[in-house]
């Protein structure tokens, strides 16, 4: 029962994050674009215990289904990230950098955008840490 509390008190913590997110993401998926749709919080790899605001982004219902699933992942879904990539959000550019990564097994576009990009060594360490 302990542990069933403990999730229930981290969504509920998480939930608090919900009215700074909208407002930073102006009620768009940080990650790719889509307005319209439902929002939902996505912690992004690793997770800290204790939820932490700056850990997460707001993306739709079907980029979180990629997110967590990658083998299911649309490649040309993704042809924005050459764009995301520099985004001012660090954490945009981590999962940026992170499905690229994935994406550059069947696609050639998706390096040509890596090869393009300037990472800053931080980002694209949190990048390495945790791929898709």
Not at 22 to 50: D, T
Not at 73 to 81: E, G, M, V
């Amino acid at each position: 029962m302990a542990g069933y509390q403990a999730n229930q008190d981290r969504k509920q913590l998480l939930s608090s994050f919900g009215k700074d997110l909208a407002r930073r993401a102006k009620s768009k998926c940080e990650l790719s674009g889509e307005s319209g749709v439902s929002l939902v919080i996505y912690e992004v790899p690793p997770v800290a215990n204790e939820p932490d605001f700056d850990r997460c982004l707001f993306v739709s219902e079907s980029t979180l289904e990629q997110l967590e699933k990658p083998k299911r992942i649309n490649a040309n879904d993704w042809r924005l990230l050459g764009e995301q990539i520099w985004s001012e959000l660090e954490l945009v550019q981590v999962l940026s950098v992170r499905l690229l990564r994935h994406i550059v097994k069947s696609e050639h576009w998706a390096q040509e955008i890596l090869d393009n990009a300037y990472m800053d060594d931080v980002i694209l360490a949190q990048a390495l840490v945790h791929p898709l």
